[in-house]
């Protein structure tokens, strides 16, 4: 396998959670990385009081996690074998998280489906 693609694979399985730093920035309305590092660090603190309390929502949605974006890049992937290795490397990186959300018995934070948040959105407007 040639380097390059190992440096796609390697990229990919981290630069996926730039929708998280996004996310923050939208919501601090703030380039800072400090800023959505404090950002998450407050959600998860309103994650943990919530599951205290047996409340179980959403919580930000992420549309580089959702399995539609992972499907439009592994096809992708049929044009450029490049978008294949950045799919492998959001699907190791996806398996991670979604290990580490059901040991942390916090699974039903996250949507999934891009689809799902955009008609629940619809609904809501
Ligand atoms: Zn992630």
Known sequence: ??????VLIFL???????????NAVIK?????LKKAFDYHKKKREEELMDISKG??????F????????????GILGL?????FYIFIGMLFHSLLDVSSL???GVFHRREYFFFNYARKKLRRN
């Open 1 to 6: 396998m040639p380097f390059g693609y190992l």
């Open 12 to 22: 990919a399985s981290f630069l996926i959670d730039f929708d998280h730093y996004t």
């Open 28 to 32: 601090n309305k703030h380039l800072s």
């Open 55 to 60: 409340i179980r929502k959403k919580g930000d």
């Open 62 to 73: 992420h549309l580089f996690h959702t399995i539609e974006f992972h499907a439009a890049i």
């Open 79 to 83: 044009i450029w074998s490049g978008f």
């Open 102 to 104: 059901l040991f942390t």
